[in-house]
């Protein structure tokens, strides 16, 4: 299985400050129809995840311009320009290039 | 809108079968891979089984594999989780998924297994 690594699980942001969140697979993430099945969830606390971005670098509609993401291959970031207060909770990387799709073990976005 | 409403879950020994249902509206629910999902504080979030539009291809992670099976009427709308020789390890919340991208969650249902 591929195995999503996240980092850092736990990351204290000042208001209006900048955040990023780095996801890495063990394997590559291309899939032989050319695209990176790479998405990003949010996890409000007790709420279902939300998608936030799909296929590295798309944002769902809804979902605010402050968040961004980007990379290739191995190695893919998440970027919130400048944290707001209803930004907190736990976000997920997420590949869906190989079965069984898989998940990050998740980092825990908080205000300081 | 879209909407997905599970239900099923409950507390069951080991051993024992559940089945879940999630009710699917808001969309063309024959057009779309679904999924189940679960989340359990230990094993985090894990993509448990997948099911194509038709039904015709399904899939699902090894630890539920001979256990599980997943179907899906759509003709009503709906996706079901059959869960057989549960184990401790199955607990967790299970959510429905629209698409094997996780565009749409539903709120999920808890499945707890203990004696």
């Known amino acids: 299985d591929v195995v999503m690594t996240q980092s850092p699980l736990s990351l204290p942001v000042t208001l209006g400050q900048p955040a990023s969140i780095s996801c890495r697979s063990s394997q590559s993430l291309v899939h032989s129809d050319g695209n990176t099945y790479l998405n990003w969830f949010q996890q409000r606390p007790g709420q279902s995840p939300r998608r936030l971005i799909y296929?590295?670098?798309n944002r769902d509609s809804g979902v605010p311009d402050r968040f961004s993401g980007s990379g290739s291959g191995t190695d893919f970031t998440l970027k919130i320009s400048r944290v707001e207060a209803e930004d907190v909770g736990v976000y997920y990387c997420?590949?869906?290039?190989?079965?069984?799709?898989?998940f990050g073990g998740g980092s825990k976005v908080e205000i300081k | 809108e879209v909407q997905l409403v599970e239900s099923g879950g409950g507390l069951v020994q080991p051993g024992g079968s559940l089945r879940l249902s999630c009710a699917a509206s808001g969309f063309t629910f024959s057009t779309y891979w679904m999924n189940w999902v679960r989340q359990s504080p230990g094993k985090g979030l894990e993509y448990v089984a997948t099911i194509k539009q038709d039904g015709s291809e399904t899939s699902y992670v090894e630890s539920v594999k001979g256990r599980f099976t997943i179907s899906r009427d759509n003709a009503k709308s709906s996706l079901h989780l059959q869960m057989n020789s549960l184990r401790a390890e199955d607990t967790a919340i299970y959510y429905c998924v629209r698409e094997r991208g996780g565009r749409y969650w539903g709120q999920g249902t808890q499945v707890t297994v203990s004696s």
């Open positions: 296929r590295v670098s």
């Open positions: 997420m590949q869906a290039t190989h079965w069984p799709l898989t």
